[in-house]
């Protein structure tokens, strides 16, 4: 698993490529073998202790009801041949990171 901040992406040797993009940083990975897989972390959920440092179960809850923390991500997936077209990850970063803002005056009045 590896820091994924905003995309991950695979591509086989016909020049097609899958993009996943995600609008948070998260945990993911990539394997190119035979059968070529992305995984991204949605929750780090362990309900036993693995033993890797803390000495206790990994299970963040909303202490209010008890239930596991729940995280509304979004994902973004383009799937493009390169020698056909062009990635769209860029633009899709742009909508994502640096949103169109509205500003409103409503007391303007002409010539002051």
Known sequence: ???ITSAIAIRNGTGTQVTLMNDRAQAGSADLSDKATIEMMQH???LKDDG???AEPLNETDTSDGLALQVNARYYMQ???QD???SLQ???QIR???PLQYFF???FKEGS
């Open 44 to 46: 780090r959920r362990i």
């Open 79 to 81: 799937i493009f041949n």
């Open 96 to 98: 994502l990171q640096d």
């Open 105 to 107: 005056i409503f007391d």
């Open 84 to 86: 056909k077209g062009k």
């Open 1 to 3: 698993m590896y820091p």
């Open 52 to 54: 890797k440092g803390v």
């Open 90 to 92: 860029r633009v899709q």
